[in-house]
């Protein structure tokens, strides 16, 4: 198996205007659920790499804690099927010989409560993901907006933790976003996010076989994911929304003194859609729905 077949998991478990008014913003009145469902298709500067699909689909649902004025909470989950779109070879005997192929489901679940106002919103979020032949990646942090007329300003930040995996180690995430609404049910949002997960390297790890983590060192993984996507309302009596996107990354290996570092960038397009049950535009969704998928975790 090619080195960027084998980064596709790692780079899978570790993955988002003027001129409209000002919409209402505060607590949550009641029950509210979002639905979504996505295509994404990523590139590797490489040049042994491969195109890597992903399809998903996921929800969440989101309520007000009665007894605490301006709390709620909110809970996450999200199917992934991910694949390259090549295959293995075999020889007689059965054996792979090529083993370029890959395919892999990844599960996430996650759990945030918050504080709702009329001029923003902010809390604290966990969340595990899961890959098949990974591992796991989880994520605990804070993240906050405020609403500025027809622009939504948002941060987040927190910590990371995997296992299971060649790069199994610890970090941290930062990021930053701006949404603004170019009509009520048009939102175009510029991100970026930084990630670094430090790990030791594991018997047979990729991409350097054999190699003890006492032998060569702890590894750095940092990750920088440059967003842009834009979503619209079709209808607010059949609230169903489309989007698509863009996100370009950096990935920067930084290696302990016997490996030499291995960078690389990927550039993934998406399209998708979302259902937002009950009335209202997209912008009143957005403040005063479910969360933004965005500021929950480290992509």
């Not at 003027?18 to 295509?39: E, K, W």
């Not at 595990?128 to 609403?147: D, I, S």
């Not at 990371?160 to 976003?177: D, F, M, Q």
């Amino acid at each position: 198996m090619s080195r960027t077949t084998k980064l596709m998991g790692t780079a899978c478990i570790l993955a988002s205007a003027l001129g409209a008014g000002p919409a209402a913003a505060a607590s949550l009145t009641g029950f509210t659920t979002m639905v979504d469902t996505h295509y994404s298709r990523t590139t590797f500067n490489d040049t042994d790499g491969a195109d890597f699909n992903t399809w998903s689909l996921g929800g969440s649902i989101a309520m007000p804690i009665d007894e605490v004025p301006n709390l709620n909470w909110q809970i996450d989950a999200s199917y992934a099927h991910s694949w390259n779109g090549k295959d293995n070879t075999f020889d007689t005997d059965g054996n792979c010989i090529v083993c370029d192929a890959f395919s892999a489901e990844t599960w996430n679940f996650g759990f945030s409560p918050f504080w709702a106002g009329e001029n923003g919103r902010f809390g604290i979020n966990v969340n595990y993901n899961t890959q098949t032949h990974w591992g796991y990646l989880w994520n605990g942090g804070a993240f906050a907006e405020w609403y500025f007329g027809p622009l939504t300003a948002q941060l987040k930040a927190g910590w990371l933790g995997s296992g299971g995996t060649p790069i199994g180690g610890h970090g941290n995430y930062v990021g930053g976003a701006i949404t603004g609404y170019a009509l009520p049910n048009l939102s175009i949002t510029g991100s970026f996010t930084w990630s670094s997960i430090i790990t030791g390297a594991s018997l047979e790890s990729t991409p350097f076989p054999s190699c003890m983590a006492q032998v060569c060192g702890r590894r750095g993984w940092n990750q920088k994911n440059y967003g842009i996507q834009a979503e619209f309302l079709v209808s607010e009596s059949l609230p169903i929304s489309v989007y698509g996107g863009f996100v370009y990354t950096q990935y920067t290996v930084t290696d302990g003194p016997l490996v030499s570092g291995d960078d690389f960038n990927a550039s993934t397009f998406m399209v998708g859609a979302r259902f937002y049950p009950g009335q209202g535009s997209l912008m009143n969704k957005h403040r005063d729905g479910n969360l933004f998928g965005w500021l929950r975790g480290p992509n």
